[in-house]
């Protein structure tokens, strides 16, 4: 394009080096050229923003899903692998797809509340431990001071104390033996084991029901449970019948005419031949 900028305008009036040019002339290059110039970054601009169009398509094709569910069907398609966008492009790999794992349930995912294979069981009742009172002759009883209104447990445990505490508890159950088999003769040695527990029969007696004060504890506790035991299940098989005893320290002349048993530690036991024994 052409401007002449010489007066007059018109073909019958070129413009030559003697015409000079007129001032408004200048102007109108100028804002020609500025025309142009802002045309031509419109267009950049333009080619611009279609090229990011392009890349945003190219990335999104790149993401598509590569999973597809056909109709009427449960397993899913694998669509075709697509081409990485970008400069993976140009080394010609191709986008990993992950392969699909099939999922097996090991057991049943959901229960009704009505399985009873599901419904907790009920405990019995007797299967829950309820604890019991302990019966007051099971219950360590103090150490008596005399023998007058104890029980048999008592007296029989003060007869140990005094004459077996030092021995093995099988000799100290043998003892109480001996209590109990002469009190099974009520017309020869007494009624009732208390009543057998008298100063002619036991040395360790001072008087009638009385005695040494019991200052072990712990021989007492051994002494109440030996006594305990001969009660609950009788004389000792070691003993058998046997109603006597002594210390290998002394020789009682009665000793000639019995039957000897056993020998526990410190004491031999013997029994009557007339006796039960």
Same mark, same amino acid.
């Given at each position: 394009m052409v401007l002449g900028c010489a007066w007059p305008l018109g073909p019958s009036a070129p413009v030559t080096r003697d015409r000079p040019r007129r001032p408004w002339c200048r102007s109108v290059s100028r804002g020609v050229a500025i025309g142009m110039a802002l045309l031509g970054l419109a267009a950049s601009a333009q080619d611009r923003s279609n090229a990011r169009a392009a890349l945003v398509e190219g990335r999104a094709a790149a993401t598509a899903p590569i999973a597809v569910l056909q109709p009427g069907t449960a397993q899913p398609t694998l669509a075709p692998p697509s081409r990485i966008q970008g400069p993976a492009a140009f080394r010609g790999e191709a986008l990993p797809r992950p392969r699909l794992r099939p999922f097996a349930a090991q057991g049943p995912l959901l229960a009704r509340v009505s399985d009873e294979a599901f419904r907790p069981r009920a405990r019995p009742v007797e299967a829950l431990f309820r604890p019991q009172a302990r019966p007051g002759d099971l219950l360590l009883p103090d150490p008596p001071r005399t023998l007058a209104g104890a029980s048999d447990l008592v007296c029989i445990a003060v007869a140990i104390y005094h004459e077996a505490r030092d021995q093995p508890l099988d000799g100290q159950l043998a003892?109480? =033996?001996?209590?109990?088999?002469? @009190?099974?003769? *009520?017309?020869?040695? #007494? #009624? =009732?084991?208390? /009543?057998?527990?008298?100063? +002619?029969? $036991?040395? $360790?007696?001072?008087?009638?029901?009385? $005695? *040494?004060?019991?200052?072990?504890?712990?021989?007492? /506790?051994? @002494?109440?449970?030996?006594?305990?035991? @001969?009660?609950? !299940?009788?004389? =000792?098989?070691?003993? +058998? !019948?046997?109603?006597?005893?002594?210390?290998?320290?002394?020789?009682?002349?009665? +000793?000639?005419?019995?039957?000897?048993?056993?020998?526990?530690?410190?004491?031999? $036991?013997?029994?009557? *031949?007339? +006796?039960? #024994?």
């Amino acid at each position: 394009m052409v401007l002449g900028c010489a007066w007059p305008l018109g073909p019958s009036a070129p413009v030559t080096r003697d015409r000079p040019r007129r001032p408004w002339c200048r102007s109108v290059s100028r804002g020609v050229a500025i025309g142009m110039a802002l045309l031509g970054l419109a267009a950049s601009a333009q080619d611009r923003s279609n090229a990011r169009a392009a890349l945003v398509e190219g990335r999104a094709a790149a993401t598509a899903p590569i999973a597809v569910l056909q109709p009427g069907t449960a397993q899913p398609t694998l669509a075709p692998p697509s081409r990485i966008q970008g400069p993976a492009a140009f080394r010609g790999e191709a986008l990993p797809r992950p392969r699909l794992r099939p999922f097996a349930a090991q057991g049943p995912l959901l229960a009704r509340v009505s399985d009873e294979a599901f419904r907790p069981r009920a405990r019995p009742v007797e299967a829950l431990f309820r604890p019991q009172a302990r019966p007051g002759d099971l219950l360590l009883p103090d150490p008596p001071r005399t023998l007058a209104g104890a029980s048999d447990l008592v007296c029989i445990a003060v007869a140990i104390y005094h004459e077996a505490r030092d021995q093995p508890l099988d000799g100290q159950l043998a003892v109480a =033996s001996v209590i109990l088999n002469r @009190a099974a003769l *009520p017309d020869r040695w #007494g #009624g =009732s084991p208390c /009543a057998v527990i008298t100063p +002619g029969q $036991f040395s $360790f007696l001072t008087g009638w029901g009385t $005695f *040494p004060p019991i200052e072990d504890r712990e021989a007492w /506790a051994i @002494a109440v449970e030996m006594a305990r035991e @001969a009660l609950e !299940r009788g004389p =000792s098989p070691l003993v +058998g !019948r046997a109603d006597h005893y002594h210390t290998p320290a002394v020789h009682p002349r009665w +000793g000639r005419d019995m039957v000897r048993v056993i020998q526990i530690d410190d004491h031999i $036991f013997y029994a009557e *031949p007339t +006796g039960r #024994g």
